[in-house]
């Protein structure tokens, strides 16, 4: 694995937390963070939704990789 890679496993692995704590707000106490923060159904709220899904949807690659040392 290179240097590249795993900078950017770090990366996506860091906003897809934030991604799961903003879920964990909303599903425990009903308070969207994100929402909160750049406002309900703007484009830049959008874009954050949108970088989280593509994250998480990249870190799928972790169970073909997870074998590898």
């Known amino acids: 694995m290179t240097m590249g890679n795993?900078?950017?496993d770090?990366?996506?692995?860091?906003?897809?937390l934030i991604g799961a704590v903003n879920w964990g707000l909303i599903g425990?106490?009903?308070?969207?963070?994100?929402?909160w923060i750049f406002g309900?159904?703007?484009w830049f709220s959008r874009?954050?939704?949108g970088?989280?899904?593509i994250c998480g949807l990249y870190l799928l690659t972790f169970f073909s990789r997870s074998g590898e040392q």
């Not at 425990?28 to 929402?35: E, T």
């Open 40 to 42: 309900s159904g703007t």
């Open 6 to 8: 795993k900078a950017l």
């Open 51 to 53: 970088v989280v899904g």
């Open 28 to 35: 425990f106490f009903n308070f969207n963070l994100v929402s």
């Open 10 to 16: 770090y990366t996506a692995l860091t906003v897809s």
């Open 47 to 49: 874009i954050i939704y």
